[in-house]
């Protein structure tokens, strides 16, 4: 059974290790540069996780850990060019560091090397089909989050299903591939599924909550994107349920203005959020879908301190700052 620190470490050795053509170097250089620059590593963690329920050679499923870690960076190439990103891992994003068309083609790139790094893993019908509709559902959510940007009647129940399906869906199914290539029993494995897609959720609350009131020297991503994006967030959302009429016609007013400038659209929308306790109404769902999740990690039939690591990583998430 392996500490989550030791898995890191083994997921990043691995990373490096990844094998690149060397030509062109405007395609290959982006990629090393996004993997190499930081990142949590939660999705390989939780297949590792995942699989390490139920077996101890971790490093035989290394390659469908990274293609489950290249898929993600990915969509976070093109995740900052939608959502025009300048920062990411508290560093310059692909696209200015480079320019547009090197964030799309290296972001191809990864997309194809990740299905190259899960066919190098380990041979499993039901996690290739696994893994090819969490693919597939992600970008599916990716859209939806477009959508909603010019649309101002998003409900919360459309946004919990958008998060799902951009966020959830890789958390779920990374400790759903790790425990079918570890061999868990088909309840084990929808127990560990549900357990990844709740604190997704949560994860991905919590990565809006920071957004706006992250620590700026901890956070790694530049604040207020979401707010200048008119992200339909849970804050945003919750925001126009609560405000008043002299509050949602300020919200009304920056959400419509073509022109603005982006630090004081941040400031006044905070301040409404502010006023209305949005960061704490996000704070306690948080904790909420964080609870719940871990109510089907109970649930999965290996020996409680099996589930030790994947209860100390959960913990750890929900203290996250970046
Ligand atoms: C960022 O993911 C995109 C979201 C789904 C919120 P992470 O917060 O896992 O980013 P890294 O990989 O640790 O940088
Ligand atoms: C991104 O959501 C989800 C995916 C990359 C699939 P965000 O757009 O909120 O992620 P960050 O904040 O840029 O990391
Ligand atoms: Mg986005
Ligand atoms: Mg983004
Ligand atoms: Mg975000």
């Known amino acids: 059974m392996y500490a989550i620190t030791e898995l890191t470490q083994k997921?990043?050795?691995?990373?490096?290790?990844i094998q690149y053509h060397t030509e062109p170097k405007n395609l290959y250089d982006p990629i090393r540069y996004i993997l190499s620059i930081g990142g949590k590593r939660v999705r390989p963690l939780l297949m590792l996780m995942g699989?390490?329920?139920?077996?101890?050679?971790?490093e035989t499923v290394m390659n469908n850990a990274l293609a489950l870690e290249t898929y993600h960076n990915f969509t976070l190439l093109h995740d900052d060019l939608m959502d025009q990103s300048d920062v990411r891992r508290g560093h310059p994003t692909v696209h200015k560091k480079w320019d547009e068309n090197t964030a799309i083609l290296s972001g191809d790139t990864m997309l194809i090397m990740a299905y190259q790094l899960f066919n190098k893993g380990m041979k499993n019908?039901?996690?290739l089909i696994a893994f090819i509709d969490a693919t597939q559902g992600v970008v599916e959510g990716q859209q939806y989050d477009m959508d909603f940007e010019t649309r101002n009647d998003v409900t919360e129940a459309e946004y919990m299903e958008m998060i799902r399906m951009k966020t959830s869906l890789l958390l779920g199914y990374a400790l759903k591939i790790g425990a079918i290539l570890g061999g868990g029993d088909q309840?084990?494995?929808?127990h560990l599924y549900t357990f990844g897609e709740k604190m997704g959720l949560a994860f991905q609350l919590q990565d809006d909550l920071l957004d706006v009131y992250g620590d700026p020297t901890q956070f790694q991503k530049k604040l207020g994107g979401d707010i200048v994006e008119n992200k339909k967030?849970?804050?945003?959302?919750?925001a126009y349920q609560r405000a008043d009429e002299a509050q949602k016609a300020e919200l009304d007013r920056w959400v419509n203005a073509e022109t603005f400038e982006p630090a004081e659209k941040i400031a006044t929308v905070t301040n409404i959020y502010n006023l209305l306790g949005i960061d704490q109404?996000?704070?306690?769902?948080?904790?909420?879908?964080?609870?719940?999740?871990?109510k089907s990690l109970d649930q999965v039939k290996v020996p409680e301190e099996k589930k030790t690591q994947l209860r100390l990583f959960a913990n750890k998430l929900m203290g996250r700052k970046y």
């Open 11 to 17: 997921i990043n050795t691995a990373v490096e290790n």
């Open 281 to 294: 109404l996000a704070q306690q769902k948080i904790e909420e879908l964080f609870a719940e999740s871990l």
């Open 187 to 190: 309840e084990d494995v929808n």
């Open 51 to 58: 699989y390490n329920l139920y077996k101890e050679d971790v």
């Open 233 to 238: 967030t849970f804050l945003l959302i919750n």
């Open 125 to 127: 019908d039901e996690a």
